[in-house]
Structures are given as structure tokens and as C-alpha cells.
């Protein structure tokens, strides 16, 4: 679960409550980013030129230099780190400092030059939005490789930390942002992150309906891959096809999309939850083109073609950190406990996508995106009622000066009658009788058949995987397969949705024989078109 | 005391603001309503009993747009407030016609938010 406010907890579930949901999009040219070396007129000695592309549009905290009225002694600044002393973000200040109105002389340039032509609708400027300044008066130019300009636009009186050129500017080899003068007086330039295009955001009106699908499931039998859905007010037809001065033909694969989910908690203030790392894969113009719709899906649906071709031998960690470095991925968790499992890798090449699935399962742990958009590789505990929060005695209880040790979101997690609309469905999964696993051992395939004791009617599974490559190791899957199978009681609720829970939370459900079950979530799905609800489905013992 | 797009209307002789509610409400499963508060929006009712012609001709020139900036007194807080609205039907009545001039009254429209 997401750690939430008092407030949100009040809020959501509350009588009357207001939600809302907002939706960024990057319209961006992804290669651009790979591609440009960039340069500087001056730099000043903590600036970090370097990561002015790196999709970090805000710096990691104010910092602290002895420009004339600017270092506030609130507490609100941080001194900033020697170059190289850490992952701190803080783009490029100039070395230069501006005069008595804020104009530099000379102008403070960052030029960005390409190998290959890039294309994109237009640029975006991040300046300093934490300290709340920007440059006010600058100019941006684009060249061909023959220097020949393509587009300039000159700005005077910026009155925001973030500037949109939204311009369709193609064939691009060098861009040129040349700042002639900051919003106050005794200032370095300071520009934290250069995008090459312009990331959309919708909210209120102009966003029509968002779904969002979130599965997880514990045992890994598939990998899911997240998806959000989002329509959009089209009557401007900057996303019709026949636009020449729309987007379309700047849209691409892959565009990151980031979700927020929101429950209003004093008025009109929303407590927003984050549904990030989304990647654009589907768009298209509704009926009557009024509306576009787009779909995104999470990093699996990356990993999918992504081949993973020359395996490592070592630990299931090693293995799985490897696949993911391989494939591109460097935000990732991987579960200490696979450290213990050795393997010698894969035999054949596979996807990405299935190489996680088969370590998922071989290292008895789910595998999924987390909200912030992190490839996540856990463990869970088992189902019981001393591993959760069943013991726990009631909300905010004292005992004496010591505080009894409780799950903080127990309140949440309880889905109650007055949220849902309608008594939960409850369904029985098939009973497991036995499991077949292909153990792979010397380059041969043995299969071993192991019983689900005290089930003497029931299904058979099958688990061939590569990674499971002794006898011990393929019954101790076995023993966690079949623990997880009798789980079976299945439910399947409507009801108004909760955008803090996450797959893989414990919940109480509500039944009408006033029973609270405790299941595991592996199914979210969220519906906003003006107010939200959704559907959660979740798996627990009957 | 009312501006659409920035202009000042003749002051209205009858001028009623509605403040709606937009929800989803529903029953839960103990039969309890619940409410989903999508929005809240100001439906503004305005009527002149009498306008000249040159008046009539401004106004209604003024609420043809599909949509547009009105800023009106909020009676929930006393201040001016500015949002996005459309009108609604807009009537108007015949005082007279005399020497094949006519005048008019009774000019009434909601405005809408959007």
C-alpha cells in the first residue's frame, strides 16, 4: 500500500468525496536524447552540464551560492555537492553571473549538437522551479548540419520556470538556446533539464476518462503487463491525423506516460497517487474525431521484444540483474532471497519478459512494476494470519508509553459494504491434485510429479522451466505452487476504488455473513470519467 | 455587476445564481447512498424587464459564442468570480411595435458553466 495522509485515509472513504486524475504524456524524440553532445558559453564550478537530458526536469533541492539575496537562511537550502560526490540532480549554471537587471553580457549560450537528424515537436526548457526563476528574455534557434537555420523563436518577458516551444521543427542537427536575461538581477543561468519535444499534461475538462489495469499475479503462471487508457478532448484536432500543425506525426512508441490518481482531501486539494513509467504503445482518433484515445502499457511490454541471448551462470539475483541490465532497465528490486538459489543460467534465448517470468517462479517471488514504475521482484509472505495485520487490536491504541506495533494502513485495507455497490462475487478456483515439473538437469529433461497432500480429486499443472534444475529445487516449487493453489476462494469486487491499494496488499473483504476474509489483491482496475470507481479482484484461503 | 468576456452587461433587473451539484450517487451494499462529487457549477439566471434595442442587439451578440468568459458575483463567498459558460435559450418579448418600431421587454437566458 502507498503511504498516505490522515486526510486522504478520512477522504476516501468518506460519504461524499471528490476524485480526480491527471495524465503527463511526452511527445518526445527518445534518440535525440542519446545522440547530442552539448556545450556551454560558461559553467559554473557545481554545475552538471551533463544532465541537462537526462528526463530530470527539477532539481534534488534548492542550493545554497552566494548570489546577492538569494541564499534564504530558512532551512530551505541545501549546500551544493562537489562534482561527482553524488546522484544529486542540478542541471547547468553559468558561470557568468547577470548585472543589476538581470541581463547577462554576454548572453549565456548551451548548444546542443547531433550526430543524426532529429525531429520533434519542439522543445521544452526546464529552468529552476524550485527557486521559482527562469530566464525571462532568451532566444532558441534550430540548424540543418549545414548550419543553415531552420526555426528561431525569440521569447522576452517569460513569466514561467518551464518554457513550451511547441513548433514542429524537423531535420535538426543543432540547437542553440542563447539566454539574454534572468528574471532577477546578481543571477547565474540556471537550466535544469532540455526536452526534445514537450510533454503534454490533461486534467479537468480536457481529460475525459482514464483506465487503469494493474495484475500481479504471485505465483507468476503468466506476467502481466499494466495498462492505462486515456481519452482526451480532440475538438482543437491537435491529434487529428490530417493536421499538418498537430502532433501526430511526432508521436512515437515508447512515449513515457506517468498517471496520478487523486482523493480530494481539504477543498480543491487533491492527494494525488502516482502510476508511473507507462509507455505509449496504441493511439487513434475516436468516431467524430472529437476524442483521442491512447494506450500505454508498463515495461513488460518492452521486455516482450527484447531477446535475452548469452545467459549467466551464478545466483538467480546475478541472473536476474543481468536480464534486466541487458535489457535496458535500470530501475529495478530484485529480492535478497534469490541470492541463495544458484542456476547456470538459460539453455536458449528467450524475451526479456519470459526470462523474468521463469526466474519469478524459480525464485518462488512475483514479478511486476511497482507504482513508481521500479521492475520489482518480491517475495511474499504466506497467506496466514500471523504474517498480517489480523492480530492488530484497533485503530491508534495506547499502552501506557508504548505504542502497539500495527499495519498503519489497517483502516484502508478493510473493504467494507459501505464502499462497494454491490455483496462481492465469490468463486472457487480449480483444485490442484498434483503438479508436474520438468526439472532440467545435465541437459536433460526429467519430469517429477508431486502431490497436493489430503486432495485426492482435482486438476494436474505443468511447470517446465529451465531454471529449475535439481530435484530438491523443483520440490520446494512444488511445496510453494501447491501452498499458493488452495488458495481458492476468488473475489471479484465493484466498488468505488481506493488508488492507494496495490496489488499484492492483504485486504479484509466484507461478505454479508459479516465475515471478514482476508485475500490478496491481484487484480486493480480504476475508472475516472469525472469520479472514480473500479473493480479489485483478489485471491484468499475459503 | 456582470461581464462577459470582459464587457460589462446592462445591469440585470431580476439576477438569480444556482449553485448545482454534478454527482454520481449510488447505493452501497448496506443501501446507504454514496456519493461521488464530480464538480460543482453555477447556473446563472439573468432578465432585463426592459432593454433598448441597441442593448438587446449587444447582449445577445455577446452570448452567441459557444463558450465564453463570464466573471458574476458569487454569492458564496461575495466575490467576483470568473469561469467558462454558454447560454442557454434566450427569450425575449415585444413591448410594442408603434410607427413600425418595436421595443422590448422581459429579455431572459441562463448562462451556463461549462
Given at each position: 500500500?502507498?503511504?498516505?495522509?490522515?486526510?486522504?485515509k478520512?477522504?476516501?472513504?468518506?460519504?461524499?468525496?471528490?476524485?480526480?486524475?491527471?495524465?503527463?504524456?511526452?511527445?518526445?524524440?527518445?534518440?535525440?536524447?542519446?545522440?547530442?553532445?552539448?556545450?556551454?558559453?560558461s559553467?559554473?564550478?557545481?554545475?552538471r552540464?551533463?544532465?541537462?537530458?537526462?528526463?530530470?526536469?527539477?532539481?534534488?533541492?534548492?542550493?545554497?551560492?552566494?548570489?546577492?539575496?538569494?541564499?534564504?537562511?530558512?532551512?530551505?537550502?541545501?549546500?551544493?555537492?562537489?562534482?561527482?560526490?553524488?546522484?544529486?540532480?542540478?542541471?547547468?549554471?553559468?558561470?557568468?553571473?547577470?548585472?543589476?537587471?538581470?541581463?547577462?553580457?554576454?548572453s549565456?549560450?548551451?548548444?546542443?549538437?547531433f550526430?543524426?537528424?532529429?525531429?520533434?515537436?519542439?522543445?521544452?526548457?526546464?529552468?529552476?522551479?524550485?527557486?521559482?526563476?527562469y530566464?525571462?528574455?532568451?532566444?532558441?534557434?534550430?540548424?540543418?548540419?549545414?548550419?543553415?537555420?531552420?526555426?528561431?523563436?525569440?521569447v522576452?518577458?517569460n513569466?514561467?520556470?518551464?518554457?513550451?516551444w511547441?513548433?514542429?521543427?524537423?531535420?535538426?542537427?543543432?540547437?542553440?538556446?542563447?539566454?539574454?536575461?534572468?528574471?532577477?538581477?546578481?543571477?547565474r543561468?540556471?537550466?535544469?533539464?532540455?526536452?526534445?519535444?514537450?510533454?503534454?499534461?490533461?486534467?479537468?475538462?480536457?481529460?475525459?476518462?482514464?483506465?487503469?489495469?494493474?495484475?500481479?499475479?504471485?505465483?507468476?503462471d503468466t506476467?502481466?503487463?499494466?495498462?492505462?487508457?486515456?481519452?482526451?478532448?480532440?475538438?482543437?484536432r491537435?491529434?487529428?491525423?490530417?493536421?499538418?500543425?498537430g502532433?501526430?506525426r511526432f508521436?512515437?512508441?515508447?512515449?513515457?506516460?506517468?498517471?496520478s490518481?487523486?482523493?480530494?482531501?481539504?477543498?480543491?486539494?487533491?492527494?494525488?497517487?502516482?502510476?508511473?513509467?507507462?509507455?505509449?504503445?496504441d493511439?487513434?482518433?475516436?468516431?467524430?474525431?472529437?476524442?483521442?484515445?491512447?494506450?500505454?502499457?508498463?515495461?513488460f511490454?518492452?521486455?516482450?521484444?527484447?531477446?535475452?541471448?548469452?545467459?549467466?551462470?551464478?545466483?538467480?539475483?546475478?541472473?536476474?540483474?543481468?536480464?534486466?541490465?541487458?535489457?535496458?532497465?535500470?530501475?529495478?528490486?530484485?529480492?535478497?532471497?534469490?541470492?541463495?538459489?544458484?542456476?547456470?543460467?538459460?539453455p536458449?534465448?528467450?524475451?526479456?519478459?519470459?526470462?523474468?517470468?521463469?526466474?519469478g517462479?524459480?525464485?518462488?517471488?512475483?514479478?511486476?512494476?511497482?507504482?513508481?514504475?521500479?521492475?520489482?521482484?518480491?517475495?511474499?509472505?504466506?497467506?496466514?494470519?500471523?504474517?498480517?495485520?489480523?492480530?492488530?487490536?484497533?485503530p491508534?491504541?495506547?499502552a501506557?508509553?508504548?505504542?502497539?506495533?500495527?499495519?498503519?494502513?489497517?483502516?484502508?485495507?478493510?473493504?467494507?459494504?459501505?464502499?462497494?455497490?454491490?455483496?462481492?462475487?465469490?468463486?472457487?478456483?480449480?483444485?490442484?491434485?498434483?503438479?508436474?515439473?520438468?526439472?532440467?538437469?545435465?541437459?536433460?529433461?526429467?519430469?517429477?510429479a508431486?502431490l497436493?497432500?489430503?486432495?485426492?480429486?482435482?486438476?494436474?499443472l505443468?511447470?517446465?522451466?529451465?531454471?529449475?534444475?535439481s530435484?530438491?529445487?523443483a520440490?520446494?516449487?512444488?511445496?510453494?505452487?501447491?501452498r499458493?493453489?488452495?488458495?481458492?476462494?476468488?473475489?471479484?469486487?465493484n466498488?468505488r476504488?481506493?488508488?492507494?491499494?496495490?496489488?499484492?496488499?492483504?485486504?479484509?473483504?466484507?461478505?454479508?455473513?459479516?465475515?471478514?476474509?482476508?485475500?490478496?489483491?491481484t487484480?486493480?482496475e480504476?475508472?475516472?470519467?469525472?469520479?472514480?470507481n473500479?473493480?479489485t479482484?483478489?485471491?484468499?484461503?475459503? | 455587476?456582470?461581464?462577459?468576456?470582459?464587457?460589462?452587461?446592462?445591469?440585470?433587473s431580476?439576477y438569480?445564481?444556482?449553485?448545482?451539484?454534478?454527482?454520481k450517487?449510488?447505493?452501497?451494499?448496506?443501501?446507504?447512498?454514496?456519493?461521488?462529487?464530480?464538480?460543482?457549477?453555477?447556473?446563472?439566471?439573468l432578465?432585463?424587464?426592459?432593454?433598448?434595442?441597441?442593448?438587446?442587439?449587444?447582449?445577445?451578440?455577446?452570448v452567441?459564442?459557444?463558450f465564453?468568459?463570464?466573471?458574476?458575483?458569487?454569492?458564496?463567498?461575495?466575490?467576483?468570480?470568473?469561469?467558462?459558460?454558454?447560454?442557454?435559450?434566450?427569450n425575449?418579448?415585444a413591448?410594442?411595435?408603434?410607427?413600425?418600431?418595436?421595443?422590448?421587454?422581459?429579455?431572459k437566458?441562463?448562462?451556463?458553466?461549462?
Open positions: 500500500m502507498i503511504d498516505v495522509s490522515g486526510e486522504f478520512q477522504s476516501v472513504y468518506a460519504p461524499i468525496r471528490k476524485t480526480a486524475a491527471k495524465v503527463s504524456f511526452e511527445i518526445l524524440d527518445n534518440e535525440a536524447y542519446l545522440d547530442n553532445s552539448s556545450a556551454a558559453s559553467e559554473a564550478e557545481i554545475s552540464k551533463g544532465q541537462l537530458t537526462n528526463k530530470a526536469r527539477n532539481m534534488s533541492h534548492k542550493y545554497a551560492t552566494f548570489e546577492k539575496d538569494y541564499w534564504k537562511l530558512d532551512g530551505s537550502f541545501y549546500i551544493p555537492p562537489r562534482p561527482e560526490e553524488d546522484e544529486s540532480e542540478l542541471g547547468w549554471w553559468s558561470e557568468t553571473i547577470s548585472d543589476e537587471t538581470g541581463v547577462f553580457a554576454p549565456q549560450i548551451v548548444e546542443f549538437t550526430i543524426e537528424e532529429h525531429n520533434s515537436m519542439g522543445l521544452t526548457i526546464s529552468f529552476d522551479s524550485l527557486a521559482r526563476e530566464a525571462s528574455d532568451f532566444s532558441i534557434f534550430a540548424y540543418r548540419s549545414d548550419g543553415s537555420l531552420i526555426k528561431r523563436v525569440t522576452t518577458g513569466s514561467n520556470t518551464m518554457y513550451v511547441k513548433e514542429g521543427l524537423d531535420n535538426y542537427q543543432k540547437i542553440v538556446i542563447s539566454i539574454n536575461k534572468w528574471i532577477k538581477p546578481f543571477r543561468a540556471r537550466v535544469t533539464e532540455v526536452d526534445f519535444g514537450i510533454v503534454q499534461e490533461y486534467e479537468g475538462d480536457k481529460l475525459i476518462k482514464v483506465n487503469v489495469v494493474e495484475e500481479m499475479n504471485v505465483v507468476g506476467l502481466p503487463s499494466n495498462e492505462v487508457k486515456f481519452t482526451i478532448d480532440n475538438s482543437d491537435e491529434f487529428n491525423i490530417l493536421n499538418p500543425q502532433y501526430y508521436l512515437k512508441d515508447r512515449q513515457e506516460v506517468n498517471l490518481i487523486g482523493v480530494e482531501t481539504a477543498e480543491e486539494i487533491f492527494e494525488y497517487m502516482d502510476f508511473k513509467k507507462y509507455y505509449l504503445t493511439w487513434q482518433s475516436d468516431e467524430g474525431a472529437l476524442t483521442t484515445t491512447f494506450t500505454a502499457r508498463d515495461v511490454e518492452i521486455l516482450d521484444q527484447k531477446e535475452y541471448a548469452t545467459s549467466i551462470s551464478g545466483t538467480l539475483y546475478d541472473l536476474a540483474e543481468d536480464v534486466l541490465i541487458k535489457a535496458g532497465v535500470t530501475d529495478y528490486e530484485i529480492d535478497e532471497g534469490l541470492s541463495e538459489i544458484p542456476t547456470n543460467g538459460f536458449e534465448k528467450l524475451s526479456a519478459r519470459k526470462a523474468l517470468q521463469c526466474i517462479i524459480a525464485g518462488k517471488a512475483a514479478v511486476y512494476q511497482s507504482r513508481e514504475g521500479v521492475v520489482t521482484i518480491k517475495r511474499f509472505t504466506a497467506l496466514d494470519e500471523q504474517s498480517t495485520f489480523m492480530v492488530y487490536a484497533g491508534d491504541m495506547f501506557g508509553m508504548t505504542y502497539v506495533a500495527v499495519d498503519n494502513g489497517w483502516d484502508m485495507k478493510n473493504i467494507t459494504f459501505d464502499n462497494v455497490y454491490k455483496e462481492p462475487q465469490i468463486r472457487l478456483d480449480q483444485l490442484v491434485q498434483s503438479i508436474v515439473i520438468t526439472v532440467h538437469e545435465n541437459g536433460q529433461k526429467v519430469e517429477h508431486f497436493n497432500e489430503g486432495v485426492k480429486e482435482g486438476s494436474s505443468k511447470c517446465d522451466n529451465p531454471l529449475i534444475q530435484v530438491s529445487h520440490e520446494d516449487i512444488a511445496a510453494w505452487i501447491l499458493e493453489s488452495n488458495l481458492r476462494a476468488l473475489y471479484s469486487i466498488w476504488q481506493n488508488p492507494a491499494l496495490e496489488c499484492g496488499d492483504i485486504v479484509l473483504v466484507e461478505d454479508s455473513f459479516g465475515m471478514k476474509k482476508q485475500s490478496r489483491i487484480k486493480q480504476y475508472e475516472f470519467a469525472g469520479y472514480l473500479g473493480k479482484e483478489t485471491k484468499g484461503g475459503v | 455587476m456582470i461581464k462577459i468576456n470582459g464587457v460589462v452587461l446592462p445591469t440585470p431580476d438569480s445564481v444556482g449553485i448545482q451539484d454534478i454527482s450517487a449510488e447505493r452501497n451494499a448496506r443501501g446507504t447512498m454514496i456519493i461521488e462529487r464530480i464538480a460543482t457549477k453555477r447556473k446563472i439566471e432578465m432585463w424587464a426592459y432593454l433598448s434595442k441597441e442593448d438587446l442587439s449587444k447582449v445577445l451578440q455577446y452567441s459564442p459557444v465564453f468568459q463570464v466573471e458574476y458575483l458569487d454569492p458564496l463567498d461575495g466575490k467576483m468570480k470568473t469561469g467558462t459558460f454558454y447560454a442557454g435559450d434566450r425575449v418579448g413591448l410594442d411595435f408603434i410607427d413600425g418600431k418595436i421595443r422590448w421587454k422581459d429579455v437566458f441562463p448562462l451556463v458553466e461549462r
